[in-house]
């Protein structure tokens, strides 16, 4: 790799992109911009604090207009030097403009990722492709949390993400309208990624890494996305090994739900079965506010579906579809996923991830509850079942508040039961193993206005895992990792040494930390990732037999 003069960098205006883009990792006097080729052509990145940046590195080609809903085309290879010294556009989207400082506006043409390096060319370096999250419909690969310059520099491998078609515009069901054309638009943003593992399969060596141990993992809706991409034919031959985390996708939406989903944004848009090539023409932004319309007209559909995993009916009557075409089957439904049975697989979620959802809805009543409350919301859930739950979660937690026992039974049905659902499937196929953690670790301080405490909330482990301790606040939303622990650097080092650990060698471990068992029936190990971690056999017992006992709602 080439490195060039500092001054050529300030000139191109890069430096406070870098140092926004790597949170704690340099000083602007330390940067300095680097240079090398992949077969795909030159990029020029920025080095800093042990780590090579390259970023926004188109992987497919134009996927709007006349492209729009199509298949992604990979992107052909360029003259000259790519400027890889910033992020590009994330998908167009509702809720956010961008996700990182200086990343640009979300638009249709977003078909990029980026790369981390550790500095100093050395082949054979484990590779390790993320999936965000945000659902199917929000995010960004420029979020400071998942910046992958410490978890690079820090861990030796190669750190890769990618922006993807999001919502209608990746998930939109046409295949019976337009035929063989649009066929598998109702699993674009899946397919996009699928395309960027390609890509990684042809460059990655240039960059040190090695293209035949690539591991790919996601949290929340990038879980949902790997769970996808586990069980898809296209993929498989371009990654080894999968971590499933905080999104469990076990069964898709099903083609009749798709066609309904079609036909109530065409209605919205003022068109119909016989019209829908108007779709191509329509502003992105009406797309946007049908979408929007769609999501509020399915809001009263749970798609958090317990061992169905969450999105079975879609996330705003949005997301992957089993289509005949991409997918034959559910990833996980009946059983694994055949096409990766040799692939060794991380899965699980953070023990308090339904804090992080009642906070941000508003709902401060979930943190004061009375027994009544409690009885009330678990009716909400399970019926005429409500005393059986809520006795189940106290034979294993006797000391549980009301609150603490619908936080974990929320919990579960979000992440915990799929988790151990996959868990389960993989270990009765055989052929790799398969590892069930939770992460327990608490941020340490209390929801805002309550006496009730955070714990290991929805996303915490984003940051935990990336080795970013320190992220500075985002402009908008709740700051996973904001709390006064100052053990958050040691637990910051201690996950990403599981996770880089499993990319490197299939088997996740950390320096200090237990031996991490590989999940069975006989055992039911899981790791609870802590300070320290520990090890954990067959936890919350009366929980699993409620949850067991209940029929899948399918």
């Known amino acids: 790799m080439t490195v060039l003069h500092r001054r050529d960098l300030l000139k191109g205006g890069a430096v406070s ?19 090398v080729r992949v077969p795909a052509g030159r990029l020029r990145g920025i080095r800093a604090g042990g780590a090579d940046s390259y970023l926004g590195i188109p992987y497919g080609e134009g996927v709007s207009g006349e492209h729009r809903f199509k298949p992604a085309r990979p992107a052909q290879d360029w003259h000259g030097t790519h400027d890889a010294t910033h992020l590009r556009p994330g998908s167009m989207q509702r809720a956010a403009k961008s996700w990182a400082p200086g990343e640009p506006p979300n638009a249709e043409e977003c078909l990029f990722l980026n790369v981390w390096v550790p500095t100093g060319a050395k082949p054979g370096r484990p590779v390790m492709v993320y999936n965000h999250g945000g659902g199917v419909t929000l995010g960004s690969s420029g979020t400071i949390y998942t910046n992958g310059a410490h978890l690079a520099a820090h861990q030796d491998v190669v750190v890769v993400s990618t922006n993807h078609r999001l919502g209608l515009l990746g998930y939109l069901y046409l295949d019976h309208l ?3 054309e649009y066929a598998g ?54 990654f080894h090994k999968a971590s499933i985390e905080s999104g469990p996708g076990i069964r898709l939406m099903e083609r009749e739900a798709a066609m309904d989903s079609t036909d109530r944004v065409l209605r919205s848009l003022g068109l119909d079965r016989s019209t829908w090539r108007e779709l191509a023409r329509v502003p992105a932004q009406r ?6 319309q769609l999501e509020k007209d399915m809001a009263g559909v749970d798609a958090f579906r317990g061992r169905d995993g969450i999105a079975s009916v879609g996330l705003g009557g949005i997301g992957p579809v089993r289509d005949g075409h991409v997918f034959t089957a559910h990833p ?17 979620g953070n023990a308090e991830e339904e804090t992080s959802f009642a906070f941000m809805r508003g709902d401060m009543d979930a ?79 209390m929801v805002p206005g309550t006496t009730y405490p955070f714990g290991a909330l929805h996303g915490l482990d984003m940051p935990i895992k990336f080795d970013n301790p320190d992220p500075p606040p985002p402009e908008t939303g709740l700051d996973p990792l904001a709390g006064p622990r100052p053990e958050r650097v040691a637990m910051c080092r201690t996950m990403s040494e599981l996770w880089a650990s499993f990319a490197r060698n299939g088997r996740p471990s950390a320096a200090g930390q237990p031996e991490w068992p590989a999940y069975s029936l006989d055992t039911r190990a899981v790791m609870c990732i802590d300070l320290p971690c520990r090890v954990e056999t067959d ?16």
């Open 17 to 35: 992109m870098a140092v926004s883009m790597m949170p704690g990792l340099a000083r602007a006097a330390d940067i300095a911009s680097c240079e």
């Open 178 to 180: 337009g035929g063989e």
């Open 185 to 238: 638009s109702g699993n674009g943003g899946i397919s996009d990624i699928a395309l960027a593992l390609r890509w990684v399969q042809r460059n990655i060596a240039a960059f040190g890494g090695d293209p035949g141990n690539v591991m790919i993992f996601g949290e929340s809706g990038g879980g949902l996305k790997t769970s996808c991409l586990y069980a898809m034919p296209a993929a498989a031959p371009y």
């Open 287 to 292: 797309l946007l506010d049908a979408q929007e």
């Open 332 to 348: 996980f439904d009946p059983e694994a996923p055949a096409v990766s049975k040799n692939k060794p697989l991380i899965t699980g």
């Open 367 to 445: 943190f004061r509850l009375d027994e009544a409350g409690l009885a009330a919301r678990a009716r909400e859930v399970v019926g005429d079942g409500a005393p059986d739950m809520i006795a189940a979660y106290r034979r294993d937690r006797p000391d549980a508040s009301p609150s603490q026992i619908y936080i974990a039974m929320r919990s579960a049905l979000f992440s915990g039961i799929g988790a151990r659902t996959i868990a389960e499937r993989k270990h009765a196929q055989g052929g790799a193993p398969v590892y069930l953690y939770r992460l327990t670790y608490a941020r340490g301080d």
């Open 539 to 554: 936890p919350n017992p009366a929980e699993r037999a409620f949850w067991d006992a209940r029929p899948s709602k399918g």
